[in-house]
DNA sequence: CTCCCGGGGT
DNA sequence: ACCCCGGGAG
C-alpha cells in the first residue's frame, strides 16, 4: 500500500529512476534474474508544445496509464526497500555513467557473463528473412502506415502517420476525401468516416477513436499529436503498438519496439524472447518488446516491425506456418513443429 | 483473462 | 456452426 502511494508521489521520477536502479543492481549481481527493460522510458520527459498543462491533469492520466501497465511490472519487482533506500537524485548522478542498454546487450562486451544475450545466429536470421522479404510483396509493404502522407508537411504529416497506424489500407480513401487533418475529420461526420473506412476491423470504434483523437489534436496540441510515448497513449484507442509505432515513424524518436502479434508470434517461434529468467514464451506483446529491446540493437528497432510483420504475413504464418519455403528454418528451433493438420494438437505444450 | 466487431476460413 | 484474427479497454 505504500508502495503505491510512494510511487505516486514520485511519478515524475519513477519511470527514470525505477529502470536505473534495477540496472545497478542486475549488473554487479548479474543474476539471471529481473531485468525491468523499460529502455524506452528514460528519453521521455521531452517537452512538448502543446503539453504545458503537463505538470497538471495529464500527469495524473499517465499515471494511471502507468499504474496499470508499468505499476504491475516495476512496484512488484522493486520491492519497497529498495524504493525507499535509494534517493532519486543520486540515482541519477550514478545512473549517467552506466553504459547504455545497447552497450551490455551482448554480455560478453561488458566482461558480465550477463544472462541477456543475443540469440545465436540472430544476424544471420535476420537476413535471411530480409531476403525473403525482398522477394515478396506482403501486404504490410503496400499499405504499411510508414510512408502515409510523406509529401506533407511535418505536421500533417505526422497526423497522417498516427491516422494510417489505426487504418492501414483505408489511409488513401481518406485521403482522397481531404479528411487527414484534424479538423477535417472534427467536422466530418461520423458516420463518413465510418463509410470511408470500412474494410478496416473495429470501423465503428476506430471512426469514434479518430474523431476523439482529432478533437484532442486540436485542443490540447495545437493540431499537432502528442510528441511522447505518455501523451500517445492517453489517446483512445492508442495503446503500446500504436504508440511506438507513431514514435518511430511519426517522430523518429525511438523509443521501443513496435511489437504486433506477428513480431510477437515470430520472436516466439525463432527464440529470441523469453520471460524474465526462464526459457518460457512470453505471454504479451508487451513482454516480447521488454525481451527482445535487451539485445536487439537499436539500429533494428524501426526495421524490425515491417520486417517481421511482412515475413508473417507471407510465410511464417499464425496457423501452418510455410516451413517449408522459409531459407531459416534450420536455425529455428519452432521449424516444422507446429503440425500443419489442425487434428493433432495445434497447441503447444504451454510449460515445462 | 474476456470482450468488442465484423470479415473470412474451416 | 463454429472459430480465428486484430489492438485496445476493462
Not at 503539453?51 to 522493486?78: C, F
Not at 545465436?120 to 502522407?149: F, H, T, Y
Not at 496457423?319 to 522459409?326: A, E, H, K, V
Request: proline share 7%; charged share 25%; hydrophobic share 35%.
Amino acid at each position: 500500500m505504500s508502495v503505491a502511494l510512494l510511487s505516486l508521489r514520485n511519478a515524475t521520477f519513477l519511470p527514470l529512476f525505477t529502470a536505473r536502479i534495477v540496472y545497478l543492481k542486475a549488473i554487479p549481481k548479474m543474476p539471471q534474474t529481473r531485468f525491468s527493460s523499460k529502455t524506452q522510458i528514460p528519453t521521455s520527459l521531452q517537452q512538448n508544445p502543446g503539453d504545458e498543462n503537463d505538470s497538471g491533469s495529464s500527469t495524473a492520466g499517465i499515471r494511471v496509464y502507468l499504474r496499470k501497465k508499468r505499476a504491475k511490472k516495476t512496484v512488484e519487482t522493486i520491492t519497497t526497500k529498495e524504493i525507499k533506500a535509494e534517493e532519486p537524485q543520486q540515482q541519477a548522478v550514478q545512473l549517467s555513467s552506466l553504459p547504455d542498454i545497447e552497450d551490455f546487450a551482448y554480455g560478453k562486451k561488458c566482461g558480465y557473463s550477463y544472462s541477456i544475450q543475443a540469440p545465436e545466429n540472430w544476424e544471420i536470421v535476420l537476413q535471411g528473412i530480409r531476403k525473403m522479404r525482398s522477394c515478396e510483396d506482403a501486404p504490410v509493404d503496400s499499405m504499411g502506415c510508414e510512408k502515409a502522407g510523406s509529401s506533407l508537411p511535418p505536421k500533417e504529416r505526422r497526423f497522417a502517420v498516427l491516422a494510417s497506424s489505426l487504418l492501414s489500407s483505408a489511409i488513401q480513401r481518406l485521403l482522397q476525401n481531404g479528411l487527414l487533418t484534424p479538423d477535417a475529420i472534427d467536422k466530418a461526420d461520423e458516420a463518413t468516416i465510418k463509410d470511408l473506412i470500412y474494410p478496416v476491423g473495429f470501423y465503428t470504434r476506430k471512426a469514434s477513436n479518430l474523431k476523439k483523437i482529432a478533437k484532442i489534436c486540436l485542443l490540447k496540441y495545437d493540431g499537432d499529436i502528442p510528441s511522447t510515448l505518455e501523451g500517445l497513449l492517453l489517446l483512445p484507442g492508442i495503446g503500446p503498438k500504436m504508440a511506438h509505432l507513431v514514435m518511430n515513424v511519426g517522430w523518429e524518436n525511438v523509443q521501443g519496439i513496435c511489437v504486433d502479434t506477428h513480431v510477437h508470434r515470430i520472436c516466439n517461434r525463432l527464440g529470441w524472447v523469453s520471460r524474465r529468467g526462464t526459457k518460457q514464451k512470453t505471454s504479451s506483446p508487451e513482454e516480447t518488446r521488454e525481451s527482445l529491446q535487451l539485445w536487439l540493437p537499436k539500429e533494428e528497432w524501426v526495421a524490425i516491425n515491417p520486417l517481421l510483420v511482412g515475413f508473417g504475413q507471407t510465410v511464417c504464418t499464425p496457423l501452418r506456418p510455410r516451413c517449408g519455403i522459409c531459407t531459416v528454418s534450420d536455425l529455428c528451433p519452432s521449424a516444422f513443429k507446429e503440425s500443419s493438420s489442425p487434428s493433432s494438437t495445434p497447441k503447444k505444450p504451454r510449460s515445462k
